[in-house]
């Protein structure tokens, strides 16, 4: 027996029809489910993609006023928001730098990393006449500088990788 067009459909296409029928509701509610998942996956994987630290950031550290004019460095400790994965910690210590007045230029400013890039322990500055000696495969590390509002000082703080001749940024 052949289906004649118009007649009546056979049980062949009413099965046809049918699988049809349940493939597109599958294939709707997946579409449906697909935007909430792809969002709350994004969501949970957010924190681990995020930058975690102070590190390459400009901070404040401290104003113009508080370093000596003749150029002796001062030690000033770091502090910044602290980001692990889904925690926040706010106004953490992070590091230390040494800051010093450039002589001459009044308004110019130098800073340093205080952790020796050699063994990766903390630098001390110990004023004598003869100045300081340093022994390094590299000198200290020098951060950039910026006074802003005539007054404050920010630094970009970052961590640098040890026992190398060249000045190579943490990741």
Do not use: Y
Request: glycine letters at 10%; one cysteine or more; aromatic letters at 8%.
């Amino acid at each position: 027996m052949s289906e004649t067009p118009g007649g009546p459909a056979g049980p062949c296409c009413e099965q046809r029809r049918g699988f049809l029928e349940k493939a597109a509701a599958i294939g709707a509610g997946a579409l449906a489910l697909a935007a909430p998942l792809g969002v709350g996956v994004n969501a949970f994987l957010h924190p681990l993609r995020r930058a975690g630290g102070a590190d390459g950031n400009l901070l404040k550290i401290t104003s113009l006023e508080s370093l000596p004019e003749d150029g002796t460095p001062r030690k000033f400790n770091v502090t910044a928001d602290r980001v692990d994965a889904w925690n926040r910690f706010s106004n953490e210590p992070v590091g230390a730098v040494f800051l010093r007045r450039i002589p001459g230029q009044p308004a110019k400013v130098a800073a340093f990393q205080v952790t020796c890039p050699h063994a990766g322990c903390a630098i001390n500055f110990e004023p004598t006449e003869q100045g300081g000696r340093f022994f390094s495969p590299r000198d200290m590390d020098e951060l950039e500088v910026e006074i802003r509002n005539q007054n404050e000082i920010w630094v970009r703080f970052q961590h640098f990788v040890l026992n190398k001749s060249e000045k190579i940024a943490k990741a």
